[in-house]
T-cell receptor, first 115, second 110 residues
Framework: GAVVSQHPSRVICKSGTSVKIECRSL??????MFWYRQFPKQSLMLMAT?????????EQGVEKDKFLINHASLTLSTLTVTSAHPEDSSFYIC???????????FGDGTRLSIL | GQNIDQPTEMTATEGAIVQINCTYQ??????LFWYQQHAGEAPTFLSY????GLEEKGRFSSFLSRSKGYSYLLLKELQMKDSASYLC???????????FGIGTKLQVIP
């Protein structure tokens, strides 16, 4: 089946640090990947849609200069949380699908804690 | 906009059957997903319904009524490991945007 790898799984760092999270589709090519954020006891909130070779599409209220997305190849998308602050602490999850009308397959998520 | 409603919590007994309901209101509806999410983990795919009716996959079945904006996930022969959150999600629009409900936290008790 479709496998999505995400790392690191956990990051703890000081306020002001920039953190990069990688999302890879291991056995399929993904022209589109998705980045979600989930706060405790809340639903998955779509942050942005990452498009290979073009700019990401951000959801309303998500700062594109704060959350930099790069989708340089058909198997890799990265999310960089720039100058992270404690309020950015959350569970970040990426996903990819193999095609239109296909389910999204999720990475294992990255738990980000900013001190 | 998108609106998805599902119960926040349910409790059921090991070996029993439980039905988790989901109602939705969305434009450009393509289909409905169900995902399972254990605490602290990423969601895993359970089912995807595009057409009306019931689809069975082992102990899990999912039903969709497009005209009523209604779906349910049916879990049979409940096991303790089924304790998790179950997320209902709509796929809508030409860009196939997926929107998740808040999830139903199911607790299976002995």
């Amino acid at each position: 089946g479709a496998v999505v790898s995400q790392h690191p799984s956990r990051v703890i760092c000081k306020s002001g640090t920039s953190v990069k999270i990688e999302c890879r589709s291991l056995d399929f090519q993904a022209t589109t990947m998705f980045w979600y954020r989930q706060f405790p006891k809340q639903s998955l909130m779509l942050m942005a849609t990452s498009n290979e070779g073009s700019k990401a599409t951000y959801e309303q209220g998500v700062e594109k200069d704060k959350f930099l997305i790069n989708h340089a190849s058909l198997t890799l998308s990265t999310l960089t949380v720039t100058s992270a602050h404690p309020e950015d602490s959350s569970f970040y999850i990426c996903s990819a699908r193999t095609g239109i009308n296909q389910p999204q397959h999720f990475g294992d998520g990255t738990r980000l804690s900013i001190l | 906009g998108q609106n998805i409603d599902q119960p926040t919590e349910m409790t059921a007994t090991e070996g029993a059957i439980v039905q988790i309901n989901c109602t939705y209101q969305t434009s450009g509806f393509n289909g409905l997903f169900w995902y399972q999410q254990h605490a602290g983990e990423a969601p895993t795919f359970l089912s995807y319904n595009v057409l009306d009716g019931l689809e069975e996959k082992g102990r899990f079945s999912s039903f969709l009524s497009r005209s009523k904006g209604y779906s349910y996930l049916l879990l049979k022969e409940l096991q303790m490991k089924d304790s998790a959150s179950y997320l209902c999600a709509t796929n809508s629009g030409g860009y196939q945007k997926v929107t998740f409900g808040i999830g139903t936290k199911l607790q299976v008790i002995p």
